[in-house]
């Protein structure tokens, strides 16, 4: 057991550069203080809260470190959570009985489901948040949930031991060492730092090292990554500045009000906190040539623009839309940032310009001619892992029980840190257990889209989901995302409360028996027309429908159709998720049952397991490039599906593979066949083989 320091290497983890006394803050007050505990988890941001209570959840004795704990469950940048793509993240983390949608039901001031006008495999559930809410909201779970203690603290070192053997990594590690030089040690550790790594603040030509606006940035743990053979990479991001509310003149701008009723990102709550009236409105405006101008006429004034560094392509500065997008009219929603909040959020205008030009630029955007700046946008650099050095569970490839999630492993956005973040604290506790991992795929959920995606794939910009990335929209639905997570969470992961699993058991047994009700009521088109005259369905041919079959029809939904025929259909209008569920099955009826079947060619694919001790470079049974093999060294690919998706893996090199695979199983086949004693001699014989 050591730290790497002095003339060796150093492990540090110093989340900030002051020495803070450790303070514990239980969340199991009734456990006794030990040094020793199943899961370390490091940084209190989206990504480590969720990390911490799925450990905890999972039967884990947990302990999250983080510089202050007044900053758990920040948000940093913008006041929102969820979006196209994203609230399917969120919907995910739920059924894996995450924290985040909870808590945003608690603390959201204008909900919206954004794509309304697609279908509802593409719906964007999303919501204004109050700041201050979420805050208070998501530290009350966190400081009391079983098993999990909190404790204020800055991380100067890791502990680590010689690697397992049955394992591929060149170390273990086995604990933290703080500031003040006492020892926590840990059967694994997750690593969530947003973007302190080597954080770099930026308002016009000023740079000073921070993580965000008033954080110390992580300067020791960057180094030793690179130091432990970590490929680092670099990123940026930024956000707009905050604005005074009572200084904008709403009354001439575009109000967006919530929806009604509003619908509740998580599958446990009915409603939301908050009643429709009560919302707070959204507003928009736009910028002018004016603000171009000024842009394009200071640019010598921007280092963040002038930087190489990649930024979001998705959430890009105004700055870049500019460059970008030349003579083009860009949208600026003005966002609420709580209930009693007099700041003003306004989305779309992210800038890194001097403070005083960023006032003047603001001026011209019609509504804000008035407006009083309180804080400026900036700009932040920061360090990333390439995510290929990590496999599906989030534990890296270089140091055993070591998990990354967040923004370490490239990616943007509360939704996406949320969802590597519950991911990882499972198989940070499962990988305590000696359990298999718990690794979603692709045809299963959006997460599952992500983890694949970085990891096979990497990334040189900020990774932000949406649902254009994934291959099987139409199964990975916001409305399904219980049916297809919760119960494999639940007996997989043991990461689900009984409560959660029971409601999704409730609602699988009623969408099958209503689906089935709904397949046995059976009229003719003429009398469906009768029962039901504002439908579209036509009279012009007598012909045989099913319920089900009328359900599809864009202006009947389940309260329509129990009017029609109240028995047996009008228990199934009682619940309104129900509902709707039942209406988004029958709309997806037809092409459902084709997909199903491209996915399962996928999973068999999936299923081919390649073997995880395998070293690509010096294997000598499988026809393969030096720069396939190199590839495959680095991203270490679990199976052959996920190889294939490796830029640069050619098609050739795929069959080699798969051939190799299929030799390996039909030999470990016949091994198993023969009794041990022939075993024996078959494993001399082959180590004579090696040796000679």
């Not at 030089?181 to 059967?187: I, N, R």
Request: net charge neutral.
């Amino acid at each position: 057991m050591f730290c790497i320091r002095g003339c060796g290497r150093r492990v540090a983890a110093s989340l900030t550069k002051q020495h803070l006394a450790p303070v514990r803050f239980g969340g199991d007050s009734a456990a006794p203080w030990t040094p020793h505990f199943d899961v370390v988890v490091i940084g209190g941001g989206h990504a480590g809260t969720e990390a911490a209570a799925a450990a905890a959840r999972c039967g884990s004795r947990t302990l999250l470190l983080t510089h202050r704990v007044d900053t758990i469950g920040q948000m940093s940048c913008n006041p929102s959570f969820g979006g196209i793509g994203k609230g399917h993240l969120m919907r995910e983390v739920d059924a894996l009985d995450g924290l985040c949608s909870r808590i945003c039901d608690q603390s959201g001031i204008h909900y919206k489901v954004l794509n309304r006008r697609k279908g509802p495999a593409v719906w964007g559930l999303r919501a204004q948040i109050d700041r201050k809410l979420y805050k208070q909201n998501m530290q009350k779970e966190i400081l009391n949930t079983p098993l999990l203690t909190v404790q204020e603290g800055a991380v100067e070192d890791l502990i680590l031991t010689e690697p397992e053997p049955e394992h591929t990594g060149k170390y273990r590690v086995s604990g933290v060492v703080l500031a003040d030089g006492s020892t926590v040690y840990a059967e694994s550790v997750v690593l969530t730092t947003g973007t302190f790594l080597r954080g770099m603040i930026v308002i016009g030509l000023e740079m000073h090292p921070a993580g965000r606006l008033g954080d110390q940035p992580s300067i020791g743990l960057a180094q030793t990554l690179e130091k432990l053979g970590f490929v680092v990479g670099r990123l940026k991001t930024g956000t707009p500045p905050r604005i005074a509310k009572e200084s904008v003149n709403f009354s001439i701008l575009n109000k967006q009000t919530p929806d009604n009723p509003s619908i509740p990102f998580s599958f446990i709550n009915q409603t939301v906190w908050i009643k429709p009236e009560d919302q707070l409105p959204c507003y928009l405006t736009h910028t002018n040539p004016r603000v171009d101008e000024i842009v394009l006429e200071n640019l010598h004034l921007n280092c963040h623009v002038k930087e190489t560094t990649r930024g979001p392509r998705y959430c890009p500065s105004i700055e870049s839309k500019v460059l970008r997008f030349p003579n083009r009219v860009h949208q600026v929603w003005l966002e609420p940032e709580g209930m009693d909040s007099d700041l003003i959020y306004p989305q779309g205008l992210s800038v890194t310009l001097p403070a005083e030009l960023q006032e003047k630029m603001i001026t011209c955007i019609r509504g804000l001619e008035n407006v009083k700046m309180v804080q400026p946008g900036y700009g932040v650099q920061y360090d990333y892992m390439d995510p290929r050095q990590i496999s599906p569970s989030l534990e890296t490839h270089l140091v055993q029980r070591l998990f990354f999630a967040g923004q370490i492993n490239g990616t943007t956005g509360y939704e996406e840190a949320a969802a590597q973040g519950v991911i990882a604290g499972i198989n940070a506790s499962l990988r305590v257990r000696h359990k298999p991992p718990f690794v979603v795929s692709r045809t299963e959920g959006y997460i599952g889209v992500l983890i694949d995606d970085l990891t096979t794939l990497g990334t040189n910009e900020p990774y932000r989901m949406f649902t254009s990335r994934a291959e099987f929209r139409l199964s990975l639905r916001p409305d399904n995302a219980d049916s297809r997570l919760t119960f494999r969470g639940y007996k997989e992961a043991g990461c689900v409360s009984q409560q959660r699993y029971e409601r999704a058991s409730w609602m699988k047994s009623s969408l099958e028996e209503g689906i089935s009700m709904l397949k046995s009521i059976e009229f003719l088109s003429t009398k469906w027309k009768t029962l039901i005259p504002e439908s579209s369905i036509s009279s012009g041919k007598s012909l045989p429908l099913r319920a089900l079959d009328v359900l599809k029809y864009e202006e009947v939904d389940m309260e329509l159709l129990a009017r029609a025929v109240p028995e047996p259909l009008k228990k199934y209008t009682q619940c309104r998720e129900l509902a709707e569920r039942l209406k988004i099955e029958a709309t997806y009826e037809s092409v459902l049952f084709h997909q199903q079947q491209e996915i399962k060619e996928v999973q068999q694919d999936e299923a081919l397991q390649l073997p995880k001790d395998l070293d690509y470079l010096t294997v000598k049974d499988i026809s393969l490039s030096y720069e396939v093999r190199e590839k495959l060294h680095f991203s270490r690919p679990q199976t052959i599906g996920a190889a294939s998706r490796i830029p640069g893996v050619t098609p050739a090199a795929i069959v080699n593979l798969l051939r190799f695979v299929k030799t390996t199983q039909q030999r470990q086949a016949a091994m198993n066949r023969l009794p041990r004693t022939d075993q024996r001699l078959c494993d001399t014989d082959r180590l004579e083989e090696s040796q000679l």
